[in-house]
């Protein structure tokens, strides 16, 4: 009988699997691209509303930022079945994905408090969620009020979080650690870009990989800005270039050091690729620009 009843329970849990298997391929079983490396299948939120973007994990769906029918984005939570719901988290929130770890919901807003340069920038505010809606909210106090801190993304067992900042003049990706207080210090420099290109959307793949997306390019100078020292001589202080669509790149962590981006061609396009987030080791879900003229969230398969 115990014999039986173990049987039993393995058949169970592989019928389990199977069903959720099915599941899965049964939302996304609309191809609309493949090749050597990718396949690119519709979602649910791809098949009924536009302007869908920064797409992130939770309770078996995604929270996205979305400008369907309005001007202004506001956050919603789809289960990838059936019309999505608000997501309520109130007027601080201002742009951009959100980064979750159980309850704990990261986002970011406007400063109230001006700079010292009698200005507000962009912060990183911290919430709890409580059936969809975000109470409890304060800014970290590890940002500072003279800088802006967009995007954040937090790793999977929540110890470690990245941002995008500009506080050393230039954007880059700061990647913060929480104390045994469950507080937030500086970490390490991941990644710092040229001035003139964006950083969007950072996600952990794992601890030691991040991807984001990037205008990054080495167009031609468009415009030349000059300055004088003091001995009267002409210094370049600025140059302009040509901009690109954005892509996706991944930075890796060898040896203790962060390495340069590699942009990722089997996730891109001449269209703006603006996130990918991994449900496992080769699917997640893709932003892209490319298939009907406006930001859409796809779910994507890698064949290696």
């Known amino acids: ?28 079983n609309n191809l609309i691209f493949e090749n050597d490396d990718i396949r690119i299948h519709e979602t649910y939120l791809t098949l009924n509303s536009t302007g869908n973007i920064f797409p992130t994990i939770y309770n078996k769906g995604l929270i996205y930022a979305s400008n369907h029918n309005r001007n202004n984005y506001k956050l919603f939570y789809s289960n990838l079945k059936s019309e999505s719901q608000k997501f309520k988290i109130g007027s601080k929130y201002n742009l951009g994905a959100v980064a979750i770890f159980n309850n704990e919901i990261y986002f970011t807003g406007v400063t109230k408090k001006l700079s010292t340069f009698g200005t507000n920038n962009f912060t990183i505010y911290k919430g709890k969620i409580r059936d969809f ?31 995008v900042t500009n506080e050393k003049g230039r954007l880059h990706l700061l990647e913060l650690k929480r104390t045994k207080n469950n507080e937030w210090e500086k970490g390490d420099v991941v990644y710092i870009s040229h001035p003139e290109f964006e950083i969007i959307n950072p996600t952990y793949y794992n601890e030691t990989t991040i991807y984001f997306a990037s205008n990054i390019y080495d167009g031609k100078v468009t415009r030349v800005a000059y300055d004088t020292n003091e001995n009267g001589e002409f210094l370049i202080s600025e140059v302009e270039r040509e901009q690109g669509s954005f892509n996706i790149y991944k930075i890796e962590k060898n040896n203790g050091i962060w390495g340069i981006p590699i942009k990722l061609d089997f996730f891109n396009s001449d269209f ?26 796809y779910y994507f398969e890698l064949k290696n």
């Open 133 to 163: 809606k975000v109470k409890e909210i304060v800014q970290l106090p590890i940002c500072n009020l003279d800088f802006s801190y967009t995007y954040p993304t937090i790793s999977k067992d929540g110890s470690k979080m990245t941002v």
């Open 272 to 297: 703006d690729e603006l996130g990918v987030i991994f449900i496992n080791g080769n699917s997640g879900y893709l932003t892209s620009f490319r298939y009907s003229n406006t930001d859409n969230i």
């Open 1 to 28: 009988m115990k014999n039986k009843r173990i049987k039993n329970s393995i058949l169970f849990a592989i019928v389990v699997v199977v069903l959720n298997v099915f599941e899965i391929k049964a939302q996304f």
